[in-house]
T-cell receptor, first 112, second 113 residues
Framework: QKEVEQNSGPLSVPEGAIASLNCTYSDRGSQSFFWYRQYSGKSPELIMSIYSNGDKEDGRFTAQLNKASQYVSLLIRDSQPSDSATYLCAVNVGGSQGNLIFGKGTKLSVKP | NAGVTQTPKFQVLKTGQSMTLQCAQDMNHNSMYWYRQDPGMGLRLIYYSASEGTTDKGEVPNGYNVSRLNKREFSLRLESAAPSQTSVYFC????????????FGQGTRLTVV
């Protein structure tokens, strides 16, 4: 069974700090990786995608991928209370499991 | 841009009743998906349609049926609702099956009593 693991949290950080969210995956053949943000009562919203090893930056968000360690992370710089949400890691495993496997999410709380 | 639109947003059913959740996308995507999300369980794939005319089971298909009506529309049917089907249901689409990411509809909160 292909799996994606995330710490469920809650992860609490003060406003202005860096929030670090982590994800590990079991399928070594996975090729693409995504971070979704989900506010309470809302649908998941894509915020980052990463396809190759290293860092990818988009505004205050940085995704980091290490395929050798089967590890992907999301850093949120200058965290704001509006960043408080659950962050879902998703991994493209292909095959009969319908393409994307989601982690259960990490709940982030940014305290003013 | 509407993106992915689901109806209804909320529904309460009695055990044994049937209903169909509707989903439509206007992004010209080939692949569509139905997920359910339960506390502590994350998003689980019910059924997907890799392309118009095809449907396949996901992780939790029991108790559900789907229809890919055309390229835009993908419906999910509960023939005889059970309390275990109380959940939030999300429809999603992607450009094609091998090309995520997925884009989600706003969800349907279903309660079966």
């Amino acid at each position: 069974q292909k799996e994606v693991e995330q710490n469920s949290g809650p992860l609490s950080v003060p406003e202005g700090a860096i929030a670090s969210l982590n994800c590990t995956y079991s399928d070594r053949g996975s090729q693409s990786f995504f971070w979704y943000r989900q506010y309470s009562g809302k649908s998941p919203e894509l915020i980052m995608s990463i396809y190759s090893n290293g860092d990818k930056e988009d505004g205050r968000f940085t995704a980091q991928l290490n395929k050798a360690s089967q590890y992907v992370s999301l850093l949120i710089r200058d965290s704001q209370p509006s960043d408080s949400a659950t962050y879902l890691c998703a991994v493209n495993v292909g095959g009969s499991q319908g393409n994307l496997i989601f982690g259960k999410g990490t709940k982030l709380s940014v305290k003013p | 841009n509407a993106g992915v639109t689901q109806t209804p947003k909320f529904q309460v059913l009695k055990t044994g009743q049937s209903m169909t959740l509707q989903c439509a996308q206007d992004m010209n995507h080939n692949s569509m998906y139905w997920y359910r999300q339960d506390p502590g369980m994350g998003l689980r794939l019910i059924y997907y349609s890799a392309s118009e005319g095809t449907t396949d089971k996901g992780e939790v298909p029991n108790g559900y049926n789907v229809s890919r009506l055309n390229k835009r529309e993908f419906s999910l049917r509960l023939e005889s609702a059970a309390p275990s089907q109380t959940s939030v249901y999300f429809c999603a689409s992607s450009l094609d099956f091998r090309n995520p990411p997925l884009f989600f509809g706003q969800g349907t909160r279903l309660t079966v009593v």
